[in-house]
């Protein structure tokens, strides 16, 4: 299984993104997606995880701007980021979790400049 995400660059404070992450081959049954961020000199934190039933949730810190949404026949996780922020500066990864193992995508960098 490899994940590939996608959709990261360099913004303004103020400005929005979309993040991708697609899954190909052969995943059993997906319990959960998440989105985790890893800034310069920090450790990799956890940002948000749906769940196969659809179940959302959000670190406090980017809720009310951070959406995490998911399309089960592409297998992709989707992030959009608004009213993004100089703190949401990291690589963001992407992690899928199917019923035996999760999976880590190589991530993708998000640089949010005031």
């Known amino acids: 299984v490899q994940l590939q995400a996608s959709g990261g660059g360099l913004v303004q404070a103020g400005e929005s993104l979309r993040l991708s992450c697609t899954a190909s081959g052969r995943l059993s049954s997906i319990n959960a997606m998440s989105w985790y961020r890893q800034a310069p000199g920090k450790q990799r934190e956890w940002v948000t995880t749906?769940?196969?039933?659809?179940?959302?949730e959000y670190v406090d810190s980017v809720k009310g701007r951070f959406t995490i949404s998911k399309d089960n026949a592409k297998n992709t996780v989707y992030l959009q980021m608004n009213s993004l922020e100089p703190e949401d500066t990291a690589v963001y990864y992407c992690k899928i979790l199917d019923r035996f193992n999760d999976y880590w995508g190589k991530g993708t960098q998000v640089t949010v400049s005031s």
């Open positions: 749906i769940t196969g039933s659809g179940t959302t």
